[in-house]
C-alpha cells in the first residue's frame, strides 16, 4: 500500500469518528457489570462513571436480591441517597442467573441497597462525575 493511500485511509477513518461523535453527542459508554453474591456483597461496591454509563446489577448468588435507591421502598434506616434532580429506583426481585440495569444520567452521589440483605451490609455506591 503506498503513502498517499494509508494516508487517504487514515483521514477517512478519523472524519468517520468524528461524525460519529457529532452525531450522538458522545461516544457510547459500554455498560458496568456489579456482581449480587451470595456474600450479600456488591462486587464492586463503589463505582465512579461517566453520566450516560448503564449499569448492570447481575445475581450470582443462590437468593433473591434487590437493587434500591428509593428511600419509601428500602427499610426505615437504611443509607439510599440520591442527587439533587434524579429519580429514585427499584430493581423488584432478581432472581439468581437475572440482571437488571439503569443508566446513569445526573452526576453526583447514589447510595443504594438491596432491600433483603441491607442489615448483612449489602450496600452499594455509584458516583456519576460531572461530564
Known amino acids: 500500500m503506498n503513502a498517499s493511500r494509508r494516508e487517504l485511509l487514515r483521514r477517512v477513518g478519523l472524519g468517520g469518528a468524528g461524525l460519529l461523535v457529532a ?8 455498560p458496568v457489570v456489579v456482581q449480587m453474591t451470595g456474600l450479600d456483597r456488591f462486587d464492586p461496591g463503589a463505582l465512579a462513571i461517566a ?8 445475581n ?5 436480591h434487590t437493587v434500591t435507591c428509593q428511600p ?8 439510599t441517597t440520591l442527587p439533587s434532580g434524579a429519580q429514585p ?4 426481585d432478581i432472581y439468581p ?3 437488571w440495569s439503569h443508566t446513569f444520567e445526573t452526576a453526583g452521589a447514589y447510595v443504594y441497597v438491596d432491600r433483603y440483605a441491607v442489615a448483612n451490609g449489602m450496600v452499594g455506591t455509584v458516583t456519576v462525575q460531572q461530564a
Open 51 to 58: 453520566p450516560g454509563t448503564r449499569v448492570v446489577w447481575k
Open 72 to 79: 419509601g421502598r428500602a427499610t426505615e434506616g437504611s443509607p
Open 97 to 99: 442467573g437475572q440482571t
Open 89 to 92: 429506583w427499584d430493581s423488584g
Open 23 to 30: 452525531a450522538c453527542g458522545r461516544l457510547p459508554v459500554p
Open 60 to 64: 450470582t448468588g443462590t437468593a433473591p
